[in-house]
């Protein structure tokens, strides 16, 4: 995984509306990197075919003031969700590093809902940012507007673990997801269904979009974990997308696990 993630969690953030266009735009070399890199991006799931097509924002429903949109497709795959939360969020940082403003649009429509015989899963706008400012000041977590840590964590925190994982983007902020640390040395993640916190997610889409919030979760940790220089085995559980409170999806053993959690 690329070192420079973690630093990049503090910095990104949704750009929900991009505002005037103010003369800086994302150049075709750009574009192509963005291309590139997709596919060298770590997979949650190996074997599961994905790819990006970058079109226009206007040949989507976006209308955030975006330049283009990248629409996600994939093979539909047990853990296809989850995954494209995964690498997704890879690009979503890797944007924020170049200074390119990204925005994961749940809500877009497009027509191609097809492409090279993938299924169409999420689209993400993209700008050109022309002042770093603009993104999330590292060191503020001021706007991180998140639930507390005991509502997500069961059981000893993980100092540079817990309150990072904690900063993870999910759709309309709903946060599906607990961590239960056994205190051995195992982590069960779980896709959770919050109470009352649904945001204008219908609740048949909430597995859909949670699913792929649980995959942003999982780089999170492992970005994190890495960092710390944990090494850990993760054993993916499936989600059958139902409507439970509680659907295990990862269980991570930890390797070098730190006695006093620190
Ligand atoms: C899977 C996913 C889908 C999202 N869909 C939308 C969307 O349709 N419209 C929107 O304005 N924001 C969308 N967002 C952005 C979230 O609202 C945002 O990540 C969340 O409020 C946390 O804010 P932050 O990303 O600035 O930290 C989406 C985020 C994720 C992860």
């Not at 022309?130 to 998140?146: A, Y």
Request: proline share 6%; hydrophobic share 35%; aromatic share 12%.
């Amino acid at each position: 995984m690329d070192s420079s993630f973690y630093d990049l969690i503090f910095k990104r953030k949704s750009f929900h509306r991009y505002g005037e266009p103010d003369g800086k735009k994302i150049t075709p070399e750009e574009l192509d990197e963005i291309s590139e890199m997709w596919y060298k991006f770590t997979p949650l799931f190996e074997g599961i075919k994905t790819k990006i097509k970058i079109v226009p924002g206007k040949q989507t429903s976006c209308d955030r003031g975006e330049e283009y949109c990248i629409l996600i497709y994939s093979e539909k795959k047990p853990g296809y969700l989850q995954n494209i939360g995964y690498i997704g969020e890879q690009l979503d940082l890797y944007l924020t590093g170049k200074g390119i403003g990204p925005l994961w649009f749940g809500v877009g429509r497009t027509k191609e809902r097809k492409y090279e015989g993938l299924e169409y899963v999420i689209m993400m706008a993209i700008r050109k940012i022309d002042d770093d400012s603009k993104f999330r000041t590292p060191g503020d977590l001021s706007t991180f507007n998140r639930v507390p840590v005991e509502e997500f964590w069961e059981g000893p925190l993980m100092e540079g673990i817990t309150e990072v994982v904690r900063l993870t983007p999910t759709a309309c902020n709903i946060q599906p997801w607990k961590v239960i640390n056994k205190g051995d040395g195992t982590l069960d993640v779980y896709r959770y269904r919050r109470p009352g916190k649904h945001g204008i997610i219908p609740p048949f889409r909430l597995a859909y979009f949670g699913s792929i919030d649980i995959g942003i979760f999982m780089l999170f940790m492992d970005i994190c974990l890495e960092h710390k220089g944990i090494g850990f085995e993760r054993t993916l559980t499936p989600d059958d997308g139902n409507f439970q409170r509680l659907n295990l999806n990862a269980v991570y053993k930890l390797k070098n696990w730190p006695e006093d959690n620190k």
